[in-house]
């Protein structure tokens, strides 16, 4: 078995996913596109469970995109209605599994009553432990730096802050993933070969597995094959390998 080949103590903490191809899987079944978001749930709850079987403590998913509200008005509408209903449909599976559920990006273009299910999910499973699974909505990584950046400069504008003190740990702790360490793997389903506006700060060191599997086909076996080839990376962050092996 694949998973039986994974050594333990070399997992990534953070695996961050762009959750890619649900449009393309349903018109291969002469489908609407919301027929493969509908079933882009499924892989969801597969892959958060052999996360946290395995241990690995977060997992970001890719689930709309800033750029994802110039999508059809009805597609945009099904999305939220499907945000919704599958909320409140894995709620008892993620206090079940005491996984804690967190999110990011611009949570106020949401439809109230999405925002309203998605905060109350949230706030559900804030005392779980086991496995953070963080939902990117609405999340643009340029929106997020722009965010940060505007922030760093009203403090400096008010005098509580000197530009000397603007260090790289000072940003981060102004992004909307200042309580997630960054990921050392990021996943593409779908055969797409780019990060999409996708974390753009905290990618910058991390791994990436592209893999033609539609997101609707993506199964744990696929998980495990995309850790597989992680763990037979030697990551050096800007190091030769003769240091990394001293």
């Given amino acids: 078995m694949i998973k039986e080949q994974i050594d333990l103590n ?5 695996v961050a996913i762009i959750m890619d191809g649900n449009g393309r899987w349903a018109k291969k079944q002469g489908k609407l596109r919301v027929f493969g978001h509908q079933n882009g749930v499924l892989p969801v709850r597969e892959v958060t469970e052999a996360a946290a079987e395995l241990g690995i403590e977060f997992i970001t998913l ?10 059809p008005k009805s597609e945009v509408q099904a999305l939220m209605s499907l945000l919704i209903s599958t909320i409140n449909k894995e709620v008892k599976v993620l206090q079940k599994n005491n996984i804690r559920l967190q999110t990011i990006g611009d949570l106020n273009a949401l439809p109230a009553k999405s925002r309203d299910e998605l905060l109350r999910a949230v706030e559900a499973t804030s005392g779980n432990t086991r496995l953070t699974l963080v939902l990117a909505l609405s999340y643009g990584s340029r929106f997020e730096i722009i965010e940060a950046t505007k922030k760093i400069a009203l403090a400096v504008t008010n005098n509580l802050l000197k530009p000397s003190e603007i260090t790289e740990e000072f940003f981060e702790s102004n992004l909307m993933t ?7 793997l990021m996943i593409r389903t779908s055969g797409e070969m780019r990060i999409s506006n996708f974390l753009l700060w905290q990618l910058a060191y991390a791994e990436l597995y592209f893999t033609p599997v539609l997101w ?15 763990q037979n990376r030697e990551r050096r962050f800007g190091k030769t390998s003769e240091q990394i092996e001293s």
Avoid at 10 to 14: D, E, T
Avoid at 178 to 183: A, D, M, S, Y
Avoid at 216 to 230: M, S
Wanted: proline share 11%; aromatic share 18%.
């Fill in 178 to 184: 200042h309580n997630t360490p960054h990921p050392e």
């Fill in 62 to 71: 890719y689930a709309f995109s800033t750029e994802n509200w110039n999508r």
């Fill in 10 to 14: 070399k997992l990534p903490r953070h």
């Fill in 216 to 230: 609707p086909d993506f199964k744990k076996d696929d998980f495990y094959k995309a850790l597989l080839d992680y």
